[in-house]
């Protein structure tokens, strides 16, 4: 048996839509929210599946599924429908899930993810069922999660590696926060069933797993179960398995359901939805920019190298703040570096967004401009950005508090301080005299110590050089 198999993974992607209300009621969304509210707050007749309540489709769902599936690419079907999928269970409330099946409102699109093709299957719209809560003796049910809109989001089995999911799920969520349906500073939950096998053998499903970074772990994971049990004389069971987060494993679950199993149904309450034509161009034509556009628009007009735009891009609101910075004056270099590299890297750090942080498109540029102005070293200005996220304070209330201090930059200052770090350091001083180029490094990092950071390194070292002379 040959040890390098080759994969083929399909993802089916679930993304709860921003809309302020439900997809068939006027009851708050929870999704739309940032803190979890007390269960069983926000439902109505409707979600609660109550005898006699119709549901009545929430427009703005319709038209954030069309953006989608226009920025994925896909074929519009200009008349679907909604059906229920039959299954007994106690987060559905009616014992069925109002979702599409037969016609989907998208098909047949796609997404390039490093130069290579991912196809869209089908993009879709159905209700979140309610959500179940286990304790250790008994089992709970909030209804809050019932009703909220969810879009399903289905590949083509053209994923061929684990790694490769997780950089078809960062351009996915890329492109639905741009285009303003998911807001990943609320409630709202991305999560992605993965469908897995090796090439010429039985599909395993994993259900359920929320994170890009999960999805990699849990892809990998389950290829390596596949791959043992193939090498040990043993068929891989078409079953679906569930991603135990904790333990990093997959977990048997049931065998695998066919869609015929659970009995489709046109749902007689919801009418057809017909797709005006000129609406449809409208909403094309207002769609903003989307990544891989923009990407292209900044190598070629701002001369950027392809990484630095990657990270530029990586959030519309970044990018927004790149541009706003280059408009305000500042120039195209230090607006990269500081918004692309260093603003980047403190969120990375705290696992956010921009969006979700402290930071404001006002003070991150009126920092940018101090430092250009050589008001701050870019040490000091790094502190007062790291403090700007964690405080949510301006420039002006940061410095209050913390002392930030201005950097030395008169050739005077920096002489008086140069001559006391000689005065002090004459070791050092007599083995930069006798050829050892790393004692002016160290000399130079007393000065900067002396100045508490304030000082341009790169001056420093022109003023000691002199002084030695």
């Known amino acids: 048996m040959k040890r390098n198999l080759e994969y083929i993974i399909g993802l089916e992607t679930h993304v709860q839509l921003n809309t302020k209300s439900k997809l068939f009621c006027s009851c708050k969304n929870v999704a739309s929210l940032k803190e979890e509210p007390l269960p069983n707050t926000y439902v109505c007749e409707t979600c609660l599946g109550m005898p006699g309540s119709k549901p009545v489709v929430n427009e703005k769902v319709i038209e954030y599924a069309l953006k989608v599936a226009l920025a994925l690419n896909c074929k519009i079907n200009k008349d679907f429908f909604f059906s229920r999928k039959v299954y007994f269970y106690p987060d559905l409330a009616k014992n069925y899930q109002i979702t599409q099946y037969e016609i989907p409102v998208g098909y047949d699109g796609y997404v390039v993810v490093n130069?290579?093709?991912?196809?869209?299957?089908?993009?879709?719209?159905?209700?979140?069922?309610?959500?179940?809560?286990?304790?250790?003796?008994?089992?709970?049910v909030d209804y809050n999660r019932s009703g909220v809109p969810l879009l399903e989001i289905v590949t083509e089995p053209d994923i061929s590696s684990a790694e490769e999911?997780?950089?078809?799920?960062?351009?996915?969520?890329?492109?639905?926060?741009?285009?303003?349906?998911?807001?990943?500073?609320?409630?709202?939950?991305?999560?992605?069933?993965?469908?897995?096998?090796?090439?010429?053998m039985e599909r395993v499903e994993v259900k359920n797993i929320t994170g890009l970074k999960e999805v990699e772990i849990a892809l990998k994971y389950e290829m390596l179960r596949q791959k043992q049990q193939v090498l040990q004389g043993r068929n891989v069971a078409r079953e679906t398995r569930r991603w135990d987060e904790t333990a990093k494993v997959t977990r048997a679950m049931r065998t695998k359901e066919e869609e015929e199993d659970y009995g489709y149904i046109l749902d007689g309450d919801l009418p057809a939805v017909k797709v005006d034509y000129n609406f449809l161009k409208e909403l094309s034509s207002k769609l903003p920019e989307l990544p891989d556009e923009k990407l292209q628009r900044f190598v070629k007009q701002y001369g950027l190298k392809e990484k630095t735009a990657e990270s530029l891009i990586s959030e519309r609101e970044i990018a927004d703040l790149f541009e706003l910075a280059v408009k305000e004056g500042i120039s195209v270099k230090e607006a990269a570096t500081w918004i692309g590299r260093?603003?980047?890297?403190?969120?990375?750090?705290?696992?956010?967004?921009?969006?979700?942080?402290?930071?404001?498109?006002?003070?991150?540029?009126?920092?940018?401009?101090?430092?250009?102005?050589?008001?701050?070293?870019?040490?000091?200005?790094?502190?007062?950005?790291?403090?700007?996220?964690?405080?949510?304070?301006?420039?002006?209330?940061?410095?209050?508090?913390?002392?930030?201090?201005?950097?030395?930059?008169?050739?005077?200052?920096?002489?008086?301080?140069?001559?006391?770090?000689?005065?002090?350091?004459?070791?050092?001083?007599?083995?930069?005299?006798?050829?050892?180029?790393?004692?002016?490094?160290?000399?130079?990092?007393?000065?900067?110590?002396?100045?508490?950071?304030?000082?341009?390194?790169?001056?420093?070292?022109?003023?000691?050089?002199?002084?030695?002379?």
Do not use: C
Not at 167 to 194: M, P
């Open 115 to 140: 130069g290579k093709k991912i196809r869209i299957k089908r993009v879709h719209i159905e209700e979140d069922p309610a959500k179940i809560v286990h304790k250790k003796d008994y089992t709970l």
């Open 165 to 200: 999911a997780r950089a078809y799920l960062f351009k996915l969520k890329q492109i639905l926060e741009y285009i303003g349906v998911y807001d990943a500073s609320t409630l709202a939950v991305f999560k992605s069933d993965a469908n897995i096998s090796i090439k010429g």
């Open 342 to 469: 260093v603003i980047k890297k403190i969120l990375n750090y705290h696992a956010t967004s921009y969006k979700a942080s402290g930071f404001k498109d006002e003070w991150v540029i009126e920092t940018i401009k101090a430092y250009e102005s050589k008001k701050y070293s870019d040490a000091t200005t790094e502190q007062i950005l790291r403090k700007m996220f964690e405080d949510s304070l301006p420039l002006k209330e940061l410095v209050k508090k913390y002392g930030f201090k201005e950097m030395v930059s008169s050739d005077d200052a920096l002489k008086a301080i140069a001559l006391e770090v000689i005065e002090e350091n004459k070791k050092a001083v007599q083995d930069y005299r006798t050829g050892n180029e790393k004692a002016l490094d160290f000399l130079v990092g007393k000065i900067m110590a002396k100045t508490k950071g304030s000082a341009d390194p790169k001056k420093a070292r022109d003023v000691l050089k002199e002084v030695l002379k």
